[in-house]
């Protein structure tokens, strides 16, 4: 069976009912014999500690400026409590899981960058070396592996923060995987309308960043659609959390959410 790696966002992981929907769909594909890999966020996980803390958050061009203190609380976060709990969770409905960050069996390596228009993002990087060999090993004893977006960084060793959605991409490429999942809290993209675009290709994608129309959040998670379709993953589609079903429609190529051809 085909390998599908599923991004899920922290906001959607918010919702305990959203949440245990999903999960409930994901055992079932995994009894199927799909092989899972779920990718995780955390930013209002995140923020809602940093408000306890009385750390200020800050965003530039879709991604969290990230200095030392808001890396290490993103670290605790994501490689803690989001992940341990998916475990949990996943335990529940019958199903070995492990979470891991990307310096686990240094799977995922990275580099610092700074935002398009040299604006200095901290300890904010970007994926520039992987290794499957943990996560082939987790798959063929058949535990899924539940990965943080966290990477060391190549030559410095410091955990660098890394957007949940190129993460999801650079997994889906190096683990060869056939389907790659973005699962949402606005079920797709949208146009300067307000409506859902149910198919877009790169020149889409490209016109949507460069007039703005894509903000937020979406910006980052349409560069890392490029970025998969560049890798060689054929099938990526945006979905919606909410909608019935929405993992078993996504793996059988059913009509929903954005298509990214």
Do not use: W
Request: hydrophobic share 45%.
């Amino acid at each position: 069976m085909s390998r599908v790696v599923i991004k899920l966002g922290g906001s959607v992981l918010l919702d305990e009912a959203l949440r245990q929907m999903l999960i409930s769909q994901i055992a079932e594909l995994h009894r199927d014999g799909h092989h899972l890999i779920i990718v995780h966020g955390g930013g209002k996980q995140i923020a809602s500690l940093l408000d306890r803390l009385e750390i200020a958050s800050r965003f530039h061009d879709g991604l969290r400026v990230t200095d030392q203190a808001i890396r290490d609380v993103a670290q605790m976060v994501l490689a803690g409590k989001v992940g341990k709990d998916l475990v949990r969770e996943l335990a529940r409905s019958g199903l070995s899981a492990a979470s891991i960050a990307g310096g686990d069996g240094s799977s995922f390596l990275a580099e610092k960058i700074n935002a398009e228009d040299g604006t200095d993002l901290g300890f904010v990087g970007r994926i520039t070396s992987s290794n499957a060999k943990l996560i082939d090993a987790m798959l063929a004893v058949e535990i899924l592996p539940v990965i943080a977006c966290l990477a060391l960084g190549t030559f410095d060793y410091e955990y660098y923060n890394i957007n949940g959605d190129q993460m999801a991409a650079a997994v889906a490429a190096i683990c060869k995987s056939e389907h790659l999942i973005f699962v949402t809290d606005v079920g797709g993209v949208h146009d300067q309308h307000g409506q859902q675009i149910a198919r877009l290709d790169r020149q889409g994608i490209k016109k949507l960043l460069e007039n703005g129309v894509a903000g937020g959040g979406m910006r980052p998670k349409l560069r890392a659609c490029l970025d998969a379709l560049d890798q060689g993953v054929k099938h990526i589609v945006i979905i919606g959390a909410t909608e019935k079903n929405s993992l078993m429609k996504a793996i059988n190529l059913e009509s929903q959410g954005t298509q990214i051809l």
